[in-house]
């Protein structure tokens, strides 16, 4: 059974990445069809204390954007068992809010970071806010959700080369950096396999001035990211320097996959690239019982299929884009 939950909050978003949304955005979800905070806790609940579920992430869109996610987060942790608790988000607006989100029980946050220079972060985001999220960073480690984990795409001919900046960057303020594949989720549908960035190229771009070692090979578990020291390295603690490298695509960890997603209009997923959805919202807002409602999200996890088959002839991208889906 899956005991990592991704709780979409919101489908909008305050950015418009290149490679998850048009210039224009989206067409956002309706105010009726959002799960209310009452909902969302209702099924946040049924799943720690019915379904096994040890670890709540907060995702998007951007889920700052969630008039509400103070008290959602404070009414999480206060659940028991108390799950642990974590945000997915671009940092934006989180200078003001981290000091509330940790005394609300937050854990510990992951930001997308994808450069370090204002004019590369305008072309990937469309927006000038690169300085908002670099203060984001310092409030989250300041108010101790930490480890802060920051999360980097890189995009062939835009940012490829800011590979070894970033990982200095996150070294000497204490982040662990997390390279991801780019994946087939953008709302355009132009994710080509040709043009993504491999996590064997990364790789390339980070040994050309780094010597890495691999970390975590035999206790990796469920962990997504590939670990390795960053040999002659050390955060500002004096502990290891790290880095992780996502191979999503190259790389697939479906085996070992502990995952489910809600979206914020309650529907289960039960793989980020599945195409098919189960309705949790129906069954609460038709007064199904906690078990009913239980039995129908173990039916949606059961029915997981093996791996997500990017490299199958017949995959089939989701209708839903990233920011619809959460991370």
């Known amino acids: 059974m899956a005991t990592d939950l991704r709780v979409s909050l919101t489908d909008r978003c305050n950015l418009r990445c290149t490679y998850c949304m048009p210039p224009e955005g989206l067409e956002w979800l309706p105010k009726p069809e959002l799960l209310t905070d009452d909902e969302l806790l209702r099924l946040i609940r049924i799943g720690v204390t019915r379904l096994g579920i040890t670890e709540v992430r907060f995702t998007g869109g951007e889920p700052l954007l969630r008039r509400g996610l103070v008290d959602i987060v404070s009414r999480t942790t206060a659940l028991s068992p108390r799950p642990h608790t974590a945000l997915t988000t671009n940092a934006i607006g989180l200078a003001r809010t981290a000091s509330a989100l940790a005394e609300a029980g937050l854990d510990r946050v992951n930001v997308s970071l994808d450069t370090l220079r204002p004019d590369v972060f305008e072309t990937l985001a469309r927006r000038r806010r690169l300085d908002d999220v670099l203060a984001g960073l310092a409030a989250a480690a300041d108010a101790g959700l930490t480890p802060v ?41 132009g994710w080509r396999r040709d043009t993504m960035i491999t996590a064997d190229e990364i790789l390339r771009l980070l040994e050309g ?70 309705d949790l919202r129906s069954l609460l807002r038709g007064g199904a019982t906690d078990e009913e409602i239980a039995a129908g999200w173990r039916a949606a996890v059961a029915g997981k299929r093996p791996g997500h088959g990017i490299d199958d002839p017949s995959f089939l991208q989701p209708a839903r884009p990233m920011s619809a889906i959460g991370g």
Do not use: W
């Open 149 to 189: 984990k920051v999360n980097a795409v890189l995009m062939r001919g835009v940012n490829d080369r800011e590979a070894p900046e970033l990982l200095r960057h996150c070294i000497a303020h204490g982040y662990e950096l997390r390279f991801i594949e780019q994946m087939p989720l953008d709302a355009q549908h």
């Open 209 to 278: 001035e780094f010597e890495l070692v691999p970390a975590d090979a035999d206790t990796r578990g469920s962990a997504p990211a590939e670990l390795f020291h960053v040999r002659g390295e050390a955060f500002p603690d004096g502990s290891p320097a790290t880095v992780g490298v996502i191979g999503s695509v190259t790389r697939p960890f479906c085996g070992a996959c502990d995952r489910v997603r809600l979206t914020a209009d309650g529907q289960v997923r039960n793989c980020l690239f599945a195409r098919e959805e189960s």
